[in-house]
């Protein structure tokens, strides 16, 4: 059973599908990872979950009126200085 998303609304959420990892953000949600769908039920499952997290973050995105043509990327994160 897959976790309830509310795409792009907190920059915490994440959840796994097999070994695909989604992490939910109020500007994007990332997707990374490896996953293999079996031609089998259990694979059958797996595709399913995925379609359910896709169609609702295409329903959000849909929803949005005031959806931009494209947002800026993330920032880079600098080096931090190794305290040891």
């Keep these: 059973m897959m976790p309830e998303l509310k795409p792009f609304a907190d920059d915490s959420a994440a959840f796994e599908v097999g070994d695909l990892k989604f992490e939910n ?3 994007r949600i990332a997707c990374y990872g ?7 039920k259990a694979g ?6 995925i379609q359910a ?7 959000a995105l849909e929803a949005d009126t005031a959806l931009p043509d494209a947002i800026p990327p993330p920032k880079k994160r600098g080096t931090v200085k190794n305290p040891f």
Excluded: E, I, P
Aim: charged fraction near 25%; aromatic fraction near 0%; proline fraction near 0%.
């Design 34 to 40: 490896s996953l293999d769908l079996t031609r089998d």
């Design 53 to 59: 997290v896709l169609a609702s973050v295409v329903q």
């Design 44 to 49: 059958l499952a797996l595709a399913r979950q």
């Design 25 to 27: 953000g109020r500007d």
